[in-house]
């Protein structure tokens, strides 16, 4: 399945076969290109729909080898491609984007911390810890309850740990200890930059999470202040320039009393950024489709004033065959994206965006097509 | 290639690998589905991008069958499956969508004029013609020149014939003869109906023509009165009812000084609804696929006040590797759509659509990024 005929623009190779690969793909087609997936399995997202589908794992450099003969670039759909692996294929001559040198701080949350504060850029206050007795003296200056996070692979709430206390054993991954930052918002801002340099932002966005996982979110962050707004887009830039990203990158901040903090950075599309499929004049998708193939960026403004953004997670006996059907008669004008996964209670199935001019109305509407997907009562919510 | 081992969806089957179908292919991305794609030749643009392709001829009735087989429906992106094999295929148990007794209004348009004034719906003069004698009689009674049209088969300029004066010789298809309409405007509207009956209707649009082509497509038709924007409409809606058809369908319309006439009608997406990708709340190729899965039916209301689309036709020497990332770096907020296809001098290579709210600047914004990729010279269109 690797020859496609389509000698009609340049291939790019995609590592993971997810839903982002699967919105990329979606992307690519109107650019006039074919995505070339390297998917685990192949009922992954994006090897369902991707005409150019091979199967492996993103730890194989055997494999992302032969994946990557024939592809003019290699970018990712996640972090899981170990350094030493995207090394290895950088020095055989593959144009990875981005490199190896700037996803390594989208991978090593330590490495990010150091790097970040060296910039002097704002993060929460952070020490290493290779024993239980280092997180102890570090709330004995920043007070508890702390948090754990693990330094690599932790997402949608997976890899973080609270404690109140001092604690007798550690994770049995490797973490590091952060103060826990009295929030009053998270916020996400996408960025994308071109090898040529070229940068682009969209709006700030603000992020609503649900026991560490992201449920919504709303563009543009509807309570942030011009100024911090205009802060955070500043951040995201700089770290886009600093670090070297080619792609689309989030910077995921809190919003916190005495003022922003860099949270975690993701080097690909992004939960935060799927908004803009609809909501944008360009996509995410389609911007690090053109910044990993240094083409001209396109344009971020919103469509309309209000874009809500709104997760469907999997519910105890979600069946999308027989709720897709009543969440469309039910908001016929929202836009949904299901990713092709077998529903499991807390699995991420596909997201529902809705425009409009109202927050609150706009809000409720995302909400009640995501909840009916879910197969929640009517204003289950 | 024909298992997917996606089983969180039923299987549409489209018949064709056009643009169309490379089209209803990313919308059905987006609704957790991946179409199943007859194409005729492996480099065709559905076939270029889709997971699950097969290779076929649209009039081999083995061929079909062996496609169909697994598919939950069966519908078209062109008019080209013959009659025979259609009603063979539903013989079968295929579930055909629209069926064959509304597509032959789409294949034969001389039996289109015949339902068409059965109806009391408006039409150009027409008369059958068997020999050239036909054409001079009816010519005596509507006035030259008069206009010579294919039964099936004619687009874009293709299988049409103008002449002032009787004619020595037929041309080598089956034709019939129509008056030649003094036109005012051309115009289409489409509309989607499901099996259940729920119809939608798109606003009506201003196609503009050069030598036959369509080239540029505005939402809403910007010098259309109220009135006739109604009667258009509900020439379509009653249109979809009468014949049944299930699926999106388009209907052209001519303008003239004595009101509104149908010219021809389409039972797929068309051209004229390319703007609803990113202009409507619901596009063309999504309606179409909740219509021929018997979903509720989305909206169809315009995102912004003014959507122009212009196609990309191929000149001398386009060359799209040169010439795309000149227009996406000219017009930042146009969206491009290009359909895998090699350049030749007239060929529908893509289309881009600009939306805004000023008709003039809108216009311009589209027409430009089309001249741009085409490699004319800039103002060039």
Redesign the interface.
């Known amino acids: 399945?690797t020859d496609?005929?389509?000698?009609?623009?340049p291939v790019v190779g995609m590592v993971g076969g997810g839903q982002l690969a699967?919105?990329t793909?979606?992307a690519?087609?109107?650019?006039?290109l074919?995505v070339r997936v390297l998917a685990e399995r192949?009922?992954d997202g994006a090897?369902?729909?991707?005409?150019d589908?091979e199967l492996g794992s993103p730890d194989d450099l055997a494999a992302l080898t032969r994946f990557a003969k024939g592809c003019d670039v290699v970018t990712f759909d996640h972090e899981h491609v170990p350094t030493s692996v995207l090394q290895a294929l950088e020095g055989d001559g593959v144009v990875t984007r981005p490199s190896s040198r700037a996803l390594v701080f989208a991978q090593d949350k330590l490495a990010q911390r150091r790097r970040l504060s060296e910039l002097g850029i704002p993060v929460p206050a952070y020490a290493e810890v290779r024993e239980p007795a280092d997180v102890t003296a570090f709330a004995s200056e920043h007070g508890w309850p702390v948090v754990l996070k693990a330094v690599r692979g932790g997402y949608d709430g997976r890899g973080v740990w609270f404690t109140g206390a001092p604690p007798e054993t550690l994770p049995a991954v490797e973490v590091y200890v952060e103060q826990k930052v009295p929030l009053v918002h998270e916020l996400a801002v996408q960025v994308a930059r071109r090898p040529s340099g070229e940068m682009r932002a969209w709006p700030v966005v603000e992020t609503v999470q649900n026991q560490g996982i992201c449920v919504e979110v709303i563009a543009p962050a509807p309570r942030l202040s011009p100024g911090l707004a205009a802060d955070a887009e500043r951040i995201a830039l700089r770290l886009a320039e600093e670090l070297d990203v080619v792609g689309v990158m989030a910077v995921e901040l809190f919003e916190a009393p005495g003022g922003l903090l860099v949270n975690e950075l993701a080097m690909r599309p992004h939960n935060s950024g799927h908004w803009s499929i609809?909501g944008a004049?360009?996509s995410q998708f389609e911007q690090h489709l053109?910044a990993v193939l240094d083409?001209?960026?396109?344009?971020t403004?919103p469509?309309?004033p209000v874009v809500v953004m709104a997760n469907v997670l999997g519910g105890d006996a979600t069946d999308?065959?027989r709720t897709?059907?009543v969440a469309?008669?039910a908001e016929?004008?929202v836009?949904?994206?299901?990713?092709?996964?077998?529903p499991r209670p807390g699995r991420k199935l596909?997201h529902v965006t809705a425009?409009g001019t109202d927050v609150v109305a706009t809000r409720a509407r995302a909400r009640r097509a995501a909840a009916l997907l879910r197969g929640d009562e009517e204003d289950g919510s």
């Open positions: 399945m496609t005929g389509n000698d009609t623009g699967r919105m793909h979606q690519a087609i109107a650019l006039g074919s192949a009922g090897a369902l729909v991707a005409h589908v609809e004049r360009t053109r083409w001209p960026l396109g344009d403004t469509v309309l999308l065959s897709l059907p469309l008669a016929p004008t836009s949904v994206h299901l990713y092709g996964k077998q596909g425009m």
